[in-house]
């Protein structure tokens, strides 16, 4: 949690300060501020993109702090949507190929966050028996 919270944080101050470096790592061609159209709205979406990121990082680290196992739970169905969502956004031509690797994060987060509390839910029933 807390690795996957400081990462998401660094993402979003990354797309924040330097967003074309942001736009090139998903897979897009940045464009000079002045060769944008009028009405090209990319920097705003990576604005508030990038700040969600930023505190849904920020929650996760606190979350891992506090040792908060709902949240955990509660992130594995909702990364698991992620997953399908990006990965669907891949494969219908919605979305650059750079995307699956999103996709492919959240998917492989919410297997191991999945396989971690169930190890520790058993493991804490054996020391309990």
Do not use: Q
Request: hydrophobic share 55%; glycine share 12%; proline share 5%.
């Amino acid at each position: 949690m807390a690795v996957f919270g400081l990462l998401a944080a660094a993402m979003g101050v990354v797309g924040l300060v330097a967003p074309d470096i942001m736009l090139t790592a998903m897979g897009f061609e940045p464009i000079p501020g002045a060769s944008r159209a009028e009405g090209d709205h990319t920097l705003v979406f990576l604005t508030a993109s990038s700040m969600a990121a930023l505190n849904m990082g920020v929650y996760y680290v606190l979350a891992a702090l506090a040792d908060w196992k709902p949240f955990f739970r509660w992130t594995v169905p909702f990364r698991l949507l992620t997953c399908a969502v990006f990965t669907l956004a891949v494969i219908s031509g919605r979305a650059p190929a750079g995307f699956l690797g999103v996709g492919v994060w959240e998917g492989l987060g919410a297997l191991a966050t999945g396989a971690a509390l169930r190890y520790e839910n058993r493991a804490g029933k054996v020391a309990e028996a």
